[in-house]
């Protein structure tokens, strides 16, 4: 039996319609219920629907064997884990955004909104550049607006939100996909089915592309 | 008899010692505190990068031991022809986990440190496979070489920045990855397909081997592969030989070991419980002129593997007053011990203590 943990909301569904067209369909997912686990027996795989933020610790803990979860995570909490495809689906980027009258000159510490502080600090270490982070954990589009901050550090995907507040996107960091991973003692004891379900995926990613 | 009275843990901890006494590994008991300056210069090696230190009243500023091994290097003699061989069972203090608090971690292991050769190398390995199958017939003992991936890297390109995004790649079995890594630096696609091959292989040791001898990248390369082919050869005959599989995405830190690494997992536990390798690099760095290898097992992971909950603390539970005469409650308690039953002898019923059977006098 493998497990799978899905992330929450639109990403998840459509993850799960990918996995069910490789083969492990399992409908009771789809019956609108306050059910946490859905299991087909037949097909040897149980899904459950975790906070998106939340898979890569069900996938290092060994409670699921593996799971899908944005770039975005993986690079901010590091978890141990086996990141075996790219889905290519949910697709956004991490970018640094501010008011569109911001000039960045160096001159002082750059205060930096966000909720991913990993990744922000990372990303001016490799610039050696100053910064004072300020951990928010939403709508980190606030802060440069009420000058909390001079940037921010955050996923946009359309930049629509971005602007209607009169910010825009200053610098690309990284793109951002869902990404299948798998716990690395469960990918050791179950080698041969996790193979199978991400060679399955491939190929479903490669038909999209 | 004692037997049932040890934990889980306990139980695979006393089996390991007996285990490596078995082979000549001597027991090696060490001091809770190190001074700060031997893992100071020697961080990187270290798994976690916090280490709780103290000044003793002399003015020296001293560290609980987060490792073993780097106290047992010091204490090794280097002279020609000597070999060290020894094992342990410490507590280590470490930060662990996401909320980066300190640890007490259990960890028994053993390290062989001199003029290494084959054979050394065999047995440690082979003394791993005999651990895992202290602890669990479900385990799988994985092994890598260091030698082989630093040598196709170098090959491909000498650029580090490269190579330490390349290895970060291996060893998350991200081929998708690699392609994207290999696209910035301008590497060829025979290259990049070599490459995406390797970060796919692993299984049993002769399908990696007979993968690995077709690839011709360089002398060193080949000198790793016929080095894992003679390991192979002499661990064909271990019992647990098919519970053994060559997976690269086992990556030590490449500043320390060289050679052969191992990692080794239990069914039931989500995360590595034995971890080692050649460090013959540390040992250079620590000034000693000689080769050493060694693994430790994790056994405060084990617990998770002990599902066996009792469903008493006490077999009888004696209720006594304060006119109960002394010498009568002796006997009544040392008759039921004779018997074999655990006794709790209490004046009132303690409300949390699960018995089995309750006698009053």
């Known amino acids: 039996m493998i497990n799978v943990a899905l992330p929450k909301g639109r990403l998840g569904e459509k993850v799960y319609q990918m996995f069910a067209k490789c083969g492990y369909e399992c409908p009771s997912i789809l019956e609108n219920n306050r059910k946490l686990i859905f299991e087909n027996e037949e097909k040897g795989v149980r899904y459950f629907w975790v906070k998106p933020s939340d898979v890569s610790i069900y996938v290092e803990r060994g409670a699921a064997d593996i799971g899908v979860c944005g770039k975005d995570i993986l690079l901010e909490y590091e978890p141990d884990v086996y990141e075996l495809l790219d889905l290519n689906i949910g697709k956004c980027r991490m970018a640094v955004a501010g008011k569109k009258d911001f000039f960045d000159d160096n001159t002082k510490t750059l205060k930096v909104a966000t909720k991913f502080v990993n990744i922000a600090k990372k990303y001016y270490q490799g610039k050696c550049r100053d910064i004072d982070i300020i951990k928010l954990n939403g709508s980190i589009e606030l802060a440069p607006i009420l000058s909390l901050s001079d940037v921010i550090v955050d996923i946009v995907e359309t930049g629509t939100t971005l602007k209607e507040n009169n910010l825009e996107v200053k610098e690309e960091i990284v793109p951002i996909s869902a990404r299948l991973i798998a716990n690395k003692a469960s990918f050791k004891f179950k080698t041969e089915e996790i193979e199978k379900i991400s060679r399955l995926l491939e190929e479903q990613v490669n038909i999209n592309d | ?361």
């Open chain 2, 1 to 361: 008899m004692i037997e049932k009275y040890l934990k889980g843990e306990e139980r695979i901890v006393l089996a390991l010692r007996s285990l490596y006494s078995k082979y000549g590994y001597l027991p090696y008991k060490m001091n809770k505190f190190e001074e700060y300056d031997l893992y100071a210069k020697n961080k990187d090696f270290l798994v976690s990068d916090g280490i709780i230190t103290f000044t003793d009243i002399g003015g020296k500023l001293l560290a609980l031991k987060p490792d073993v091994t780097l106290s047992i290097i010091k204490n090794a003699s280097d002279e020609k022809g000597a070999k060290n061989k020894v094992y342990y069972s410490e507590n280590v203090y470490r930060i662990s986990g996401a909320t980066r608090e300190y640890k007490e971690i259990m960890q028994t292991g053993l390290e062989c440190i001199g003029d290494l050769t084959l054979y050394d190398t065999y047995e440690v390995i082979s003394l791993a496979g005999k651990s895992l199958g202290a602890i669990s017939n479900d385990y799988v003992l994985e092994i890598s070489h260091m030698g082989i991936i630093s040598a196709l890297l170098d090959k491909i390109s000498s650029n580090e920045k490269f190579a330490n995004e390349a290895i970060e790649c291996i060893e998350k079995k991200s081929t998708h990855t690699i392609k994207a890594v290999c696209a910035e630096y301008g590497i060829s696609k025979e290259d990049t397909e070599a490459l995406c091959d390797f970060c796919a292989l692993h299984g049993t040791p002769s399908h990696v081997i007979s993968k690995l001898e077709n690839m011709d990248v360089s002398q060193e390369f080949s000198a790793c592969v016929e080095e894992l082919k003679s390991i192979d050869a002499l661990l064909r005959d271990d019992e647990g030989y098919d519970k053994i599989q060559i997976d690269f995405s086992l990556l030590n830190d490449m500043n320390y070991y060289n050679g052969i690494a191992i990692n080794g997992f239990v069914n039931g536990v989500c995360e590595c419980v034995l971890f080692g390798g050649r460090y013959d690099k540390l040992l250079d760095k620590m000034g000693k002129g000689c080769e050493g290898v060694g693994f430790a097992v994790y056994t405060d992971l084990l617990t998770s593997l002990d599902n066996s909950t009792s469903a008493y603390d006490v077999d009888t539970l004696v209720i006594y007053s304060k006119e109960t005469d002394a010498s009568v409650l002796k006997k009544t308690v040392e008759k039921l011990v004779s018997e074999g039953k655990s006794v709790s002898a209490q004046m009132v019923e303690p409300q949390k203590l699960r018995f089995k059977e309750k006698i009053e006098i």
